[in-house]
C-alpha cells in the first residue's frame, strides 16, 4: 500500500509536466491545426530563462583578495554579485535564492514573444501543408533551438536550485499513519504539481469564462463559420500559440530546479508528450491533462523492483504499451473528438 | 641480312612488357613504404582525436580537444613545454614525432558507438591518420578500440572506465590510461569503511550498460568484502532523466547508503533527485544515510552544483595534486584557456604524450612496434606517480584519488577535496582476475 501511494505521488510530478506540454501542444493542434515537434524546446526554452535570470541575478564585480590565490598561485579575483552590492548582502542573497520563482514573471513575456514570432515568422507558412511538412519544420526549428542554447550555455547541466524554503521532503507516511520514511516527497516537487494545477485551471477557466476563450473554442469547433461571422479567427489562433508556448516555458522555469536543465531535455519531454496527447485524444485539452497524469503515474510505477523483476524492461515501454492498447480499443483517444485528424 | 619485321601487335606486345619491366620496381617500392597502414612518408604525421563534439558529453569533449591541441603544441615544440619537462622519459625534445611535425584531424563521437566508429575509420582511411584517441564513454571506447584493432593502427584510449574496455573487451591495438571500475572499488571501499563502519547496508542505483555493470559489480565486491551487505540492485536506463521513481522506494527497504553507479547526465540528475527526497537527511537503521557516487568528474559535479558536497567519490586526476607534472600540466592548460583541465584532458594529453615517446623509443611508427614500446613500460612525471602500462592487458597502473565534494569551495572550479591518494599496489589486480576474464589481446596488427 505504501509503496503503491509513494508511486502515485511520483508520478504527479512527471504526470504535471506531461500535462502542461501535452496541454499545449492540443492547444495549437486544436487551434492551427499543426503538429509542432518544437513544443519540448519551448519548454527548454523555459527552464533555460530560469537559468538566465539565475545568471543575470549574479552578474558581479571582481575584487583582488591577496590572501587568497587561484589556481595558477595569482592572487585571487572575488565576485561579489551586483544584486547584494546594491541591496545589502542578506537582502542581495534572498533575491537570487529565489530566482526560480521570479523567473515566472521573466519567462511570460520572452515566451509569449518567442511564440509570437514562431508563429508569424515560420509556422503560419506551413498551415495548408501536409502535417509531414510541419513534422520537420518544426523538429528543424527544434533542433535549431537547442543548438543555439547549448553554444551560450554549453552541453552539461546547469544546477539552478529551488529556493532554501523549499528543499527538503515531507514525510506523507507519519500523516497517513506509516513509519517514518515510508512515504517522503520533495516540497519542491509539491510546489510544482500545485503550479501545474493551478496553470491547467487557469487555462481553462480563459477558455471556459471569457469572450476571448469563447470565440477561441468556436474557431476549434468550427473555423469557416466564425470566420463568416466577421471575427479575425487567425489573429486570435496566434494568441494561443503565444499562450501555449508560455505554458510551456512555464512548465519548464519551475522543473528547472527538479531536474539541472541542459540542452536536451525538450527532446527527452517530446516524444512522450506527443503518445500523451494521442493517448488522450487529438485536439481533446481535458484528454491531455487526463493522459499526463496517468502515463506519469504509470510510468512510476513500472519503475518499481517488483514490477521490473516480473517484466524486465517494463519502465522504458509501458507509455507505449498503453498507447497501443488505448488506440487498439478507443482509436481517438481517451477523450478524442470526432473528426480530428480522421479526414 | 635480317630484315625488321615491325607490326602493331608486336608493338604493342612489347610495349606492355617493357612497361611492366620498368614498373616491377616501383611496385615493390610502393610496397615496402607501406608496410603498415597510413605509413607516414611526408613531413609530418597525422593524429586522429575522436571525442564527442556534439551530444551530451559535449564539455567534456571539448576539455579533451583543448588538451589534445596543447599535446601536439607541446610535441611541436611550441608553449613551455607542460610535462614534457617532468616526463620521466626524455626521448621526446620537441621536434615533433621522430622528426615529423605533428598534425591532427578530429571526429565526432557524439558518444554513439556507431557514429564514433564511422568518425574513426573516416579519419584513418581519408585523413590518414597513424593513431586514434579520445572519447568519454565505455561504449564509444570499446567500439573503436575493435575497429583499430581491425584496421591496423594504435587506439589510445580517453575517458573509459569499463572493465571490460581492458579485460573482456581488450585488443592488441588498444591502451588504456584512465583506471577503471575495479579500482575504483578498491580505493574506495577503506575510505567508506573508515568514515561509515562497516555495518552498512548498500542500494545500488546502476546505469543498464557496460560501465555501470562492472562499476556495480566491482563497487559490490569491494564493499562486500570489507562487511557491507548489498541490499539490492537497480537499473536504470541510460535515457532516463528523472530517477525519483527509482530513488523514493531507497528509504523504505533498509538500506543506509546509495550507490550511484551513474556517470554524466545520469549521475546529475540521480544525485539530484536523491538530495531533493532528502535521504542526506534522513537517519536509517540508527545512522545518518549516506550516498557514494563512485566514478567522480569534475565537470560533472559543477553539473548537480551544491549536491555534490560531503560526497565521496574516485577519480583519475585531479588539478590540485601539487606534483611537479600535474603542476606543470595545469600551468600550461590553465595560461592557455584561463581554467584548470578536467581530469578527461589529463588523461588525453598523457595518452599523446606516452604515444609519441613510445614511436620515439621504437624509432617506428608501425603499431607492433609501438605497442611493444608501451608494453610494460614505466614512467612517472605525469601527474599520477609511477605508473606502470601493463603488458599482459594493456592497462595503466597507477595511484588512484579518492576524493569528496568539498563543503567550503573557493572558486567554481574547487568543487572535489582529495582524501586520500591510494597507492597503485592497492589497487592492482591480477591478469586473469575474475572480473576481466572472457578475452584475449590477440595478435597486433599493423594494417
Known amino acids: 500500500m505504501d509503496a503503491i501511494l509513494l508511486q502515485i505521488l511520483n508520478g504527479l510530478d512527471k504526470g504535471s509536466a506531461y500535462a502542461l506540454i501535452a496541454l499545449g501542444l492540443t492547444l495549437i493542434f486544436g487551434t492551427l491545426g499543426v503538429v509542432n515537434f518544437a513544443h519540448g524546446a519551448l519548454f527548454m526554452l523555459g527552464a533555460f530563462c530560469s537559468v538566465t535570470l539565475s545568471r543575470l541575478l549574479t552578474l558581479s564585480f571582481e575584487t583582488i583578495d591577496e590572501t587568497k590565490t587561484d589556481f595558477l598561485g595569482n592572487p585571487m579575483k572575488v565576485k561579489t554579485p551586483y544584486v547584494e552590492a546594491w541591496f545589502g548582502p542578506e537582502t542581495g542573497a534572498a533575491i537570487i535564492d529565489w530566482a526560480v520563482p521570479l523567473s515566472i514573471l521573466f519567462a511570460i513575456p520572452i515566451m509569449i514573444s518567442i511564440g509570437f514570432a514562431m508563429e508569424r515568422g515560420l509556422i503560419k507558412h506551413f498551415y495548408k501543408r501536409p502535417h509531414a511538412d510541419q513534422i520537420l519544420v518544426t523538429f528543424g526549428l527544434a533542433i535549431v533551438l537547442q543548438e543555439i542554447i547549448k553554444y551560450f550555455f554549453g552541453a552539461n547541466p546547469i544546477p539552478t536550485p529551488a529556493p532554501d524554503v523549499f528543499k527538503g521532503s515531507f514525510d506523507f507516511g507519519v500523516l497517513l499513519g506509516f513509519d517514518p520514511n515510508v512515504i517522503i516527497y520533495p516540497y519542491w516537487r509539491m510546489v510544482y504539481f500545485l503550479f501545474a494545477m493551478i496553470i491547467i485551471g487557469g487555462v481553462f477557466a480563459f477558455l471556459q469564462f471569457t469572450t476571448f476563450g469563447m470565440v477561441v473554442r468556436a474557431g476549434m469547433a468550427d473555423r469557416e463559420t466564425v470566420g463568416l461571422l466577421g471575427i479575425d479567427i487567425d489573429k486570435r489562433f496566434t494568441m494561443m500559440f503565444g499562450l501555449a508556448a508560455a505554458v510551456a516555458g512555464l512548465a519548464g522555469v519551475m522543473y528547472a530546479p527538479i531536474n539541472s536543465p541542459n540542452y536536451h531535455m525538450g527532446m527527452d519531454f517530446l516524444v512522450l508528450s506527443f503518445v500523451v496527447v494521442v493517448v488522450g485524444g487529438m485536439g481533446s485539452l481535458p484528454g491531455a491533462v487526463l493522459a499526463g497524469f496517468l502515463l506519469g503515474i504509470l510510468e512510476s510505477f513500472a519503475s518499481m523492483t517488483w514490477v521490473k523483476s516480473i517484466l524486465p524492461g517494463i519502465d522504458q515501454i509501458i507509455i507505449y504499451l498503453v498507447a497501443i492498447i488505448i488506440l487498439l480499443t478507443r482509436p481517438r483517444g481517451l477523450m478524442g473528438r470526432k473528426g480530428v485528424m480522421e479526414d | ?447
Open chain 2, 1 to 447: 641480312m635480317s630484315k625488321l619485321n615491325v607490326t602493331r601487335r608486336g608493338a604493342l606486345k612489347s610495349g606492355a612488357a617493357a612497361g611492366a619491366g620498368l614498373a616491377l620496381p616501383t611496385i615493390f617500392t610502393a610496397s615496402s613504404a607501406n608496410a603498415f597502414m597510413n605509413e607516414p612518408t611526408g613531413s609530418s604525421v597525422t593524429l586522429g582525436f575522436n571525442v564527442p563534439q556534439t551530444g551530451p558529453y559535449a564539455d567534456e569533449g571539448a576539455d579533451e580537444l583543448r588538451a589534445y591541441e596543447l599535446a601536439v603544441e607541446h610535441l611541436n615544440g611550441g608553449g613551455d613545454g607542460g610535462m614534457l619537462n617532468t616526463f620521466s622519459s626524455k626521448v621526446l625534445d620537441g621536434t615533433g614525432i621522430l622528426g615529423k611535425k605533428v598534425e591532427y584531424v578530429t571526429g565526432d563521437t557524439q558518444t554513439k558507438s556507431d557514429a564514433a566508429r564511422a568518425s574513426a575509420k573516416s579519419m584513418i582511411e581519408k585523413d590518414g591518420a597513424i593513431m586514434i584517441t579520445g572519447g568519454s564513454s565505455s561504449g564509444v571506447a570499446i567500439a573503436v578500440q575493435g575497429l583499430c584493432q581491425e584496421a591496423g593502427v594504435i587506439f589510445m584510449a580517453g575517458l573509459t572506465h569499463s572493465n571490460d574496455t581492458t579485460g573482456k573487451d581488450k585488443k592488441a591495438n588498444g591502451f588504456r590510461h584512465f583506471f577503471n571500475g575495479y579500482m575504483s572499488g578498491a580505493a574506495l571501499a577503506p575510505v567508506l569503511k573508515n568514515a561509515y563502519g562497516s555495518d552498512r547496508k548498500a542500494y545500488h542505483l546502476t546505469a543498464d550498460y557496460t560501465w555501470g555493470w562492472t562499476q556495480q559489480e566491482s563497487i559490490a565486491a569491494a564493499t562486500e568484502a570489507l562487511g557491507w551487505e548489498t541490499v539490492n540492485n537497480v537499473l536504470t536506463p541510460l535515457a532516463a532523466t528523472d530517477f525519483s521513481s527509482y530513488i523514493a522506494p531507497v528509504l523504505n527497504s533498509g538500506a543506509d547508503v546509495l550507490v550511484l553507479n551513474h556517470y554524466g547526465g545520469n549521475m546529475v540528475n540521480s544525485l539530484t533527485n536523491a538530495v531533493q527526497f532528502g535521504l542526506r537527511e534522513k537517519q536509517v537503521n540508527g545512522k545518518n544515510f549516506e550516498i557514494v557516487v563512485p566514478l567522480y568528474s569534475r565537470l560533472m559535479a559543477k553539473g548537480a552544483g551544491e549536491n555534490v558536497k560531503g560526497i565521496f567519490g574516485s577519480t583519475n586526476w585531479h588539478w590540485s595534486l601539487q606534483d611537479e607534472g600535474s603542476q606543470a600540466f595545469v600551468k600550461s592548460f590553465g595560461t592557455k584557456y584561463g581554467f584548470p583541465p578536467s581530469q578527461a584532458a589529463h588523461t588525453c594529453y598523457v595518452q599523446t604524450l606516452l604515444y609519441a615517446d613510445a614511436v620515439t623509443r621504437a624509432g617506428s611508427f608501425a603499431p607492433c612496434d609501438v605497442a611493444a614500446a608501451l608494453e610494460g613500460f614505466e614512467f612517472d612525471g605525469l601527474g599520477n606517480g609511477p605508473t606502470l602500462y601493463r603488458a599482459e592487458d594493456h592497462q595503466c597502473f597507477k595511484d588512484v584519488l579518492v576524493v569528496k565534494g568539498k563543503d567550503n569551495p573557493t572558486s567554481e572550479f574547487d568543487l572535489l577535496e582529495i582524501v586520500e591518494i591510494t597507492p597503485a599496489a592497492q589497487v592492482t589486480y591480477p591478469v586473469d582476475h575474475p572480473m576481466f576474464a572472457g578475452g584475449a589481446l590477440g595478435e597486433c596488427n599493423n594494417g
